[in-house]
């Protein structure tokens, strides 16, 4: 390979590695809050596809996928319906 090729190479990959840390971090942030406001968090993710690896801490599991092109925190609130039954009534 030439230095040229080398270097292409590495510059990929460093932005491969600067875009999954980047997405990490904003994930994270989703993380803290969702836990600082008492949400139950099941699922942080890094990637998208099969899981590559995961490890379970307390009540949320940390993993990383196959696909590193985003990821995801899920919490068990954010999908609460609205109905009249559990809004104020004004």
């Known amino acids: 390979m030439s230095s040229a090729g080398v270097s292409g190479f590495i510059g990929i ?3 491969i590695i600067a875009m999954l840390l980047s997405i990490m971090i904003h994930e994270w942030g989703h993380y ?5 406001y ?3 968090v099941t699922e942080f993710f890094l990637g998208f596809g099969p899981r590559i690896w995961s490890t379970k801490r307390g009540e949320t599991e940390f993993g990383i996928k ?3 092109a985003g990821g995801y925190c ?4 954010a999908y609460v ?3 009249p039954s559990n809004s ?3």
């Open 13 to 15: 990959l460093a932005f």
């Open 81 to 83: 319906r609205f109905t």
């Open 32 to 36: 803290i809050t969702a836990r600082k």
């Open 66 to 68: 196959a696909i590193p």
């Open 88 to 90: 104020e009534q004004r």
């Open 38 to 40: 008492g949400m139950k």
């Open 74 to 77: 899920h919490d068990t609130t």
